[in-house]
C-alpha cells in the first residue's frame, strides 16, 4: 500500500523537477542507487520494470528506504497492464508510470487515489490520459520532437503538465532547453545514474551528479 498520497507524490515531483529512474537484478545494489539518490538531495525515485523478479527487488528496496530515507518517495516505472500495477502497489509503490497510457491502470491508481504518469507522445493521446485525470504526462520517448514539441503542446494547452523521458541528461545546456520550453518536470535514467558509475561501485559520482542536476534546475527555474 502506498505510503505517501497522490498529492504529496505529484507535489514533489513538481517540486524536485526531476524523477531518477532505473533498475538493477541485484537487491544491495539497488540500495546503495537509492541512498545516493536519496542523500544527493532526491525526494523521489522511479525503480523500472523490467528484469526477471523485479518485484522482488522493489519490494526490499521499498523496506530499505522506509527505515533508512524515510521521506524517499519510490514508486514504480515500465508498467503497462493493470495486474502489473496491482503487483506493485500491494509491495508499497507510491506511483504508477507507464511507456504508454493504459485506461484499466489510470482506473486501478484512481480507485486507490495513487499517482499515474502514463506515456504519452501525440496531442491526442496527452488530451486523453488528461481525461483519465493524469496530472502529469510523461513523454515518451523525449528524443522524439524534443523540446520544439513541447512548445508547440503548450500553446495551446498550457494546462498540461509534461516530464519528458529520454534524452534528458544532467548538463546544464540540456536542462536548460527543457525547461525553457515548458516542462513541469524531467525523467532520467543512464545519463544519471550511469553503467560504468554502478559497475565501478561509484554511487558517490551518482550523488555528485544528482545533486548538481537538481541545483541547475532550481537555478533555471529562478
Same mark, same amino acid.
Given at each position: 500500500?502506498?505510503?505517501?498520497?497522490?498529492?504529496?507524490?505529484?507535489?514533489?515531483?513538481?517540486?524536485?523537477?526531476?524523477?531518477?529512474?532505473?533498475?538493477?537484478? +541485484?537487491?544491495?545494489?539497488?540500495?546503495?542507487? &537509492?541512498?545516493? #539518490? !536519496?542523500? $544527493?538531495?532526491?525526494? =523521489?525515485?522511479?525503480? @523500472?520494470n523490467r528484469g526477471?523478479?523485479?518485484?522482488?527487488v522493489?519490494?526490499?528496496?521499498?523496506?530499505?528506504?522506509?527505515?533508512?530515507?524515510?521521506?524517499?518517495?519510490?514508486g514504480?516505472? +515500465?508498467?503497462?497492464?493493470?495486474p502489473?500495477? &496491482?503487483?506493485? #502497489? !500491494?509491495? $508499497?509503490?507510491?506511483? =504508477?508510470?507507464?511507456? @504508454?497510457?493504459?485506461?484499466?491502470?489510470?482506473?486501478?491508481?484512481?480507485?486507490?487515489?495513487?499517482a499515474?504518469v502514463?506515456?504519452?507522445?501525440?496531442?491526442?493521446?496527452?488530451?486523453?490520459a488528461?481525461?483519465?485525470?493524469?496530472?502529469?504526462?510523461?513523454?515518451?520517448?523525449?528524443?522524439v520532437?524534443g523540446?520544439?514539441?513541447?512548445?508547440?503542446?503548450?500553446?495551446?494547452?498550457?494546462?498540461t503538465?509534461?516530464?519528458?523521458?529520454?534524452?534528458?541528461s544532467?548538463?546544464?545546456?540540456?536542462?536548460?532547453?527543457?525547461?525553457?520550453?515548458?516542462v513541469?518536470?524531467?525523467?532520467?535514467?543512464?545519463?544519471?545514474?550511469?553503467?560504468?558509475?554502478?559497475?565501478?561501485?561509484?554511487?558517490?559520482a551518482?550523488?555528485?551528479?544528482?545533486?548538481?542536476?537538481?541545483?541547475?534546475?532550481?537555478?533555471?527555474?529562478?
Amino acid at each position: 500500500m502506498a505510503h505517501f498520497d497522490r498529492l504529496t507524490v505529484f507535489n514533489t515531483i513538481l517540486q524536485d523537477g526531476l524523477v531518477p529512474l532505473f533498475y538493477h537484478a +541485484s537487491m544491495e545494489t539497488s540500495q546503495q542507487i &537509492a541512498a545516493a #539518490l !536519496a542523500e $544527493g538531495g532526491s525526494h =523521489v525515485l522511479e525503480f @523500472t520494470n523490467r528484469g526477471d523478479f523485479a518485484i522482488e527487488v522493489f519490494s526490499a528496496l521499498v523496506k530499505f528506504a522506509q527505515t533508512q530515507y524515510p521521506h524517499l518517495i519510490i514508486g514504480v516505472g +515500465s508498467v503497462d497492464d493493470a495486474p502489473t500495477a &496491482a503487483l506493485y #502497489l !500491494a509491495h $508499497g509503490a507510491n506511483f =504508477v508510470v507507464g511507456p @504508454t497510457f493504459n485506461e484499466e491502470v489510470a482506473r486501478l491508481c484512481n480507485r486507490r487515489k495513487v499517482a499515474y504518469v502514463p506515456g504519452c507522445n501525440t496531442v491526442s493521446e496527452i488530451a486523453r490520459a488528461e481525461e483519465w485525470g493524469a496530472e502529469i504526462i510523461k513523454l515518451f520517448p523525449g528524443t522524439v520532437g524534443g523540446p520544439e514539441f513541447i512548445k508547440a503542446i503548450l500553446g495551446p494547452r498550457p494546462w498540461t503538465r509534461i516530464m519528458p523521458t529520454g534524452g534528458v541528461s544532467p548538463d546544464e545546456d540540456n536542462l536548460r532547453a527543457w525547461f525553457k520550453a515548458g516542462v513541469a518536470c524531467v525523467g532520467m535514467g543512464s545519463n544519471l545514474i550511469r553503467n560504468d558509475w554502478v559497475q565501478a561501485g561509484n554511487f558517490e559520482a551518482i550523488r555528485h551528479s544528482l545533486g548538481s542536476a537538481l541545483q541547475m534546475i532550481q537555478s533555471i527555474r529562478a
